[in-house]
């Protein structure tokens, strides 16, 4: 992948983050896009999403979905370990 493809899929990556932020937000949580690697994304989360019992499912189910769907290049989304 290019620098100028890579620099669009990780701008695309952060929109959607951005779209799903509030609903984060609204559960007391907090996402981040870290970084995009071999199109895996990393994302940090904190508040309320430490310890949730439903951080898996909101992870694969929810927004990795969102992402393999609309983001070219993307296979997975895992919590970033920093």
């Known amino acids: 992948m290019s620098e100028l493809d890579a620099l669009k899929q990780f701008d695309l990556t952060k929109e959607?983050?951005?779209l799903i932020r509030p609903y984060i937000e609204q559960h007391g949580g907090a996402i981040d896009l870290v970084r995009i690697e071999d199109g895996v994304?990393?994302?940090?989360?904190?508040?309320?999403?430490i310890g949730c019992s439903a951080l898996d499912v909101t992870?694969?189910?929810?927004?990795?979905?969102?992402?393999?769907?609309?983001?070219?290049?993307?296979?997975?989304?895992?919590?970033?370990?920093?």
């Open 16 to 18: 959607y983050i951005d």
């Open 59 to 82: 992870i694969k189910d929810g927004i990795e979905q969102m992402l393999i769907e609309n983001v070219e290049g993307i296979i997975e989304v895992r919590v970033a370990d920093e």
């Open 41 to 49: 994304v990393y994302l940090r989360l904190g508040g309320a999403c």
